[in-house]
């Protein structure tokens, strides 16, 4: 059984940092692709990062560069954000995915952790 589960959300004001972690199971992790995902309230769930399987690249969404890095150790995966901002407010995702997730579906989503940031 396939289990991804995130934790490390929370609230933080404008400016501040989070780091969110997802531990892994269940599943080869060297075969995919590890990332995370975001919904805001009211939006599509988007995209804000990949690591890809040979840990060898990462991918990020506009809104994302510069600010956010993705790290997989083990079968634990990363998201480190800095100059937190009030539009990075959502429910984030961990996902894994046999392709490149930025470009197709995942085939596998955690639970979901929220992040609040206050202006």
């Known amino acids: 059984q396939v289990q991804l589960a995130e934790s490390g959300g929370g609230s933080v004001q404008a400016g501040g940092s989070l780091r969110l972690s997802c531990s892994v199971s269940?599943?080869?992790?060297?075969?995919?692709?590890m990332g995370w995902f975001r919904q805001a309230p009211g939006k599509e769930r988007e995209f804000v990062a990949a690591a890809s399987m040979s840990a060898a690249g990462t991918r990020y969404a506009d809104s994302a560069k510069g600010r956010f890095t993705i790290s997989r150790v083990l079968a634990k995966v990363y998201l480190q954000m800095n100059s937190l901002k009030p539009e990075d407010t959502a429910v984030y995702y961990c996902a894994a995915s046999t392709g490149r997730m930025d470009l197709m579906t995942p085939d596998y989503w955690g639970q979901g952790t929220q992040v609040t940031v206050s202006s």
């Open positions: 269940g599943l080869f992790f060297s075969d995919y692709d």
